[in-house]
Every structure is written in structure tokens, then in C-alpha cells.
């Protein structure tokens, strides 16, 4: 099992895609594009074409941006960056499993459902998965509010026009929601856990197949792996080359805003991702908990038991 976050180091990323419209007025939603999805080894899949060749991609709010592996770049016949400055810039990207020495790869043209872009900067580098092409990263489609409609196997990306700053979601009720913490240049969605009256932060990441706790986190809130025979011991990998111990344990009077949950378990991890980051919510947490990342509210909404959403093209946004 892998964990697919990851960031990276020295990335100058160029996008052209459909805008927000202008704020002001009243909040409404367009649907810009719907991607199927496909589940496999726990993962969220979808299809993009890249300069007019079809690929499979990890759909990975986790990930700081997006990658390739090398055997993509080769059949996607995509060229590398050249030039003194690329050359300067390059850096690693580094996740769970540590660093990765990484080059440069522009796609002149990407489609993405009903999105249309051009001259976007991936990563070339391999990350121990044979099965998917790479990961779509945030920063693709941070622009948008997105629907993780896992129930339906679709994610859904929508433009907000008007004045968008109250929550707003085509989801039926009862909902939840969490603040989403604040975002510059690093835009994948973190919200404030409570665990037993103490707060961590977490990272919504569907890039990794379960939930999971750092170990420094847990042993400041006191919490202690479950025991687990030998034989059962497992390791989680990311971009990285190394894996980490992954245990198992069950926090208890968890709270993700308002979104009250008595029990939930988790892997225990080794290692950890960022100083800001103790928690990882992963795709299990989406297959239960429909979610709506609002970033025009900057929110979190949050639909329990997970339902699919209604049918939203040409509506106005509404929540409640």
C-alpha cells in the first residue's frame, strides 16, 4: 500500500484553464466538468488526454503537483524543459517515502473533462506505481469548487460566479462543515481535527488509500498503536524511495468541523510529511463522508452517510 502525497521543490507550474467568473451578485455554480472515476488498489482514477494522448491519472488532492512517471513521459511523447533556468530550478520532490530527484515535462495542451489547458509543467519521476500514468494534482483544478462525488464515481469541478463567500453545495442534507485552513502558493485542503478536546491538522488527501495519524501527533495525544501479529506488519510507501512502519490504532470523539464521529480507525505512520501537517484523511474517509471542497467559501462541506449529489448542471449553488 502506498501513500501518494507528495510536493516539490523548485516547480514553476504555467496553467491557462477557464477563470472563476467576476464576484459579486448573486452566488451561482457551473458545472464545468465531470470526470469518471474509476477505483483501483483504493485509488481515485481518472482519464485526461495530454497533448492529444490519452492518460491515467491518480486524482491526488494530496499532491503539491502534478507527476509523470518516466514510462509516460515516453509514450505521451512529451519533451523535457530545456534551458539554463529549468536547469537552476530543478529540484526533488519528496513525500512520505523521502526525496526523488525529478525533471521537467510541459504538456502544450490538456483536457481534463470540459477543461481546456495549455503549457502545464508535470514532474518526471517514478513513484512505485506500474498501473497509472501519474497524479493530478490540486493546483490543476484549485480554481474550481469540486465535488468528490464518490458515491456516483465521479468528480465534478464547478466555476463559482457572484458572490460565493457563504458555503454553498449540491448536496441534500444533513451537512456539516470545517474551515478550510488558509492557502497561498500551497492550495491542497487542510482542515482542524479535534480528537478528544485536542486539535491536529489534517490533510484531505485522496491520493492516499486510508486515513492515517503520525506517529509524533499520536504520542502527544496519548494514543498507542493496537496490537498487530508480526506477520501482519505493514509498510506504506510514497514518491520517496523508502517506506515507513504503518500500525493501526482508533481515535475516539473525533470532530472534522461540526461533523461529529465516535470512532474512527487509522493507520499509525512513521515519518511524516510537513511540520503543519499530523493527520492525513484519505479515500476511505471520501468513500463515507461525501465531500464538497468549497473554495470560494473556503469551506469544507461535508454530507453524512455519503449520498450522491443531485443533479447540478445550470443550478444555483445551495447548501444547508
Known amino acids: ?131 497509472a500514468d501519474g497524479l493530478l494534482s490540486i493546483d490543476l483544478v484549485s480554481l474550481f469548487d469540486i465535488d468528490l462525488d464518490f458515491p456516483e464515481s465521479r468528480i465534478v469541478l464547478y466555476r463559482p460566479t457572484g458572490d460565493c463567500s457563504a458555503p454553498a453545495a449540491f448536496l441534500a442534507g444533513p451537512l456539516y462543515s470545517a474551515a478550510l485552513e488558509p492557502t497561498g502558493v500551497d492550495r491542497r485542503p487542510r482542515v482542524k481535527i479535534g480528537i478528544g478536546g485536542r486539535t491536529v491538522v489534517a490533510l484531505l488527501d485522496t491520493g492516499a488509500p486510508r486515513s492515517a495519524i503520525f506517529r509524533s501527533a499520536a504520542d502527544a495525544l496519548g494514543l498507542r498503536p493496537e496490537p498487530a501479529p508480526a506477520s501482519r506488519q505493514a509498510w506504506v510507501g510514497g514518491v520517496g524511495p523508502a517506506r515507513v512502519a504503518a500500525g493501526q490504532t482508533t481515535l475516539t470523539d473525533v470532530s472534522v468541523g461540526d461533523l461529529q464521529l465516535d470512532r474512527m480507525k487509522v493507520q499509525l505512520l512513521d515519518g511524516s510529511l510537513t511540520d503543519e501537517v499530523q493527520m492525513i484523511l484519505g479515500a476511505d474517509f471520501q468513500t463515507q463522508v461525501h465531500v464538497w471542497v468549497s473554495y470560494s467559501s473556503h469551506t469544507l462541506i461535508m454530507q453524512f452517510p455519503a449520498r450522491a449529489s443531485k443533479s447540478a448542471a445550470g443550478r444555483n449553488g445551495g447548501g444547508g
Not at 520532490?93 to 515535462?105: I, K, N, P
Open 1 to 131: 500500500m502506498r501513500a501518494a502525497t507528495l510536493w516539490l521543490i523548485g516547480l514553476p507550474t504555467l496553467l491557462t484553464l477557464l477563470a472563476p467568473g467576476a464576484q459579486g451578485g448573486q452566488c451561482t455554480m457551473a458545472r464545468v466538468s465531470q470526470l469518471p472515476v474509476q477505483f483501483l488498489h483504493g485509488h481515485a482514477l481518472v482519464q485526461a488526454s495530454l497533448d492529444h494522448h490519452p492518460a491515467s491519472l491518480i486524482f491526488d488532492t494530496g499532491a503539491f503537483t502534478s507527476l509523470l512517471t518516466e514510462a509516460a513521459v515516453t509514450r505521451l511523447q512529451l519533451s523535457h524543459m530545456q534551458g539554463e533556468e529549468v536547469r537552476n530550478t530543478l529540484g526533488t520532490v519528496a513525500g512520505l517515502g523521502g526525496r526523488r530527484s525529478a525533471r521537467f515535462v510541459t504538456a502544450r495542451t490538456v483536457e481534463l473533462g470540459g477543461l481546456h489547458g495549455r503549457d502545464y509543467n508535470f514532474v518526471a519521476s517514478d513513484f512505485g506505481v506500474g498501473w
